[in-house]
């Protein structure tokens, strides 16, 4: 069966540290994996994606992810956190089975403390 | 604005009412899905269109939800005889398939329902 696996319900980060929210996926054949953030009473915000190519992703706000096949991994990182930063993470990966659904993490809080 | 737009933001209603929520995607984004989210949990599909046919409903929660995209652009989702259950954040997303390959899902800042 097919998954995404957020380890970490929350994560705290001081302000300018580097940040990393971890991903692991199980699916058959290759991945198309996601990454979106969710601020308070809002919608999902799409901030990067991994298909082909480069196992660097960069995506929005400074954000990127980096794809490992062999640990089948998709964590994301930043450089340097910001305050507005902290928001809810998701971890998503498309059905391969279906091409349609996306496949969910259940979220990775992240707090930037200033 | 031209991302996906959801209406109401809100909604409050008693245990046993009918509600609808309207969904206006991406203009030239052929396929819309329909998310329910509870409360630190992610989004839980629910059902999705291409252009006006509905392709996958089974993941629809019970016969009490519908939902429809009769002229292949804005979508509304409806759930009869509201109970308690039903009381989460519903999230409408669209997307762009061209030749067999999807664009990645542009959400709207969802539906937030309470039954009350």
């Known amino acids: 069966a097919q998954s995404v696996a957020q380890p970490e319900d929350q994560v705290n980060v001081a302000e300018g540290n580097p940040l990393t929210v971890k991903c692991t996926y199980s699916v058959s054949g290759n991945p198309y994996l996601f990454w979106y953030v969710q601020y308070p009473n809002r919608g999902l915000q799409f901030l990067l994606k991994y298909i082909t190519g480069d196992n660097l992703v960069k995506g929005s706000y400074g954000f990127e992810a980096e794809f490992n096949k062999s640990q089948t991994s998709f964590h994301l990182k930043k450089p340097s956190a910001l305050v507005s930063d902290s928001a809810l993470y998701f971890c998503a990966v498309r059905d391969m089975d279906s091409n349609y659904q996306l496949i969910w993490g259940a979220g990775t809080k992240l707090i930037i403390k200033p | 604005d031209t991302g996906v737009s959801q209406n109401p933001r809100h909604k409050i209603t008693k245990r046993g009412q009918n509600v609808t929520f309207r969904c206006d995607p991406i203009?030239?984004?052929?396929?819309l899905y329909w998310y329910r989210q509870t409360l630190g949990q992610g989004p839980e599909f629910l059902t999705y269109?291409?252009?006006?046919?509905?392709?996958?409903k089974s993941r629809l929660l019970s016969d009490r939800f519908s939902a429809e995209r009769p002229k292949g652009s804005f979508s509304t989702l409806e759930i009869q005889r509201t109970e308690q259950g039903d009381s989460a954040m519903y999230l409408c997303a669209s997307s762009y398939l061209n030749r067999g390959r999807s664009t990645e899902a542009f959400f709207g800042q969802g539906t937030r329902l309470t039954v009350v």
């Open positions: 269109f291409q252009n006006e046919a509905q392709l996958e």
């Open positions: 203009s030239e984004h052929n396929r």
